[in-house]
């Protein structure tokens, strides 16, 4: 794929913006929440509806699978790239760190929802939720980054 080409555009630039907006947003809520009474109860009832679609507990199942299953993904990615490259962190005059980003840090956000899908029904902020989708949504925008790599170099 050329680096001017409109899926590597999309998917280098565009997505990984939007997703790391879209928590930048999140965190704001639990500061607005705080702050507005309307809001809150807004959250409380998107809630319910969250938590009766979109986060059962089955579909919380699904999730854990798929970022357990992303997260041995990238480490698979990062032993690939080194033993591709016969390279090291250090070794390699020619060392690309871009690779690397992707999988540390598709790894540290599998992680990090992973172990917030554990505390999702007791949370005591209402954008708690809304966090861990964004999360979710930042996992699955670094799968797809790593994947699109894998499949072009």
Known sequence: MKKTSVGN??????FPIFSYLLFFISIYLIKLVDERMGL??????????????VLTPELVIVYKIILVIGA???IYFIFKV???NKSTIFGNKSFSFKPYYYSLFSIVVSIA????????KSAD?????WIVITLLIMAIVQYIRII???LTK
């Open 40 to 53: 809150e109860r807004d959250l409380y009832v998107r809630n319910k509806k969250l938590f009766a679609s």
């Open 113 to 120: 929802t992973f172990a917030m899908l554990f505390f999702i």
């Open 82 to 84: 080194n033993h591709k």
């Open 148 to 150: 699109q790599y894998m």
């Open 125 to 129: 902020t209402l954008a708690f939720p």
């Open 9 to 14: 555009i999309v998917f280098r630039w565009i």
């Open 72 to 74: 041995l993904l990238s």
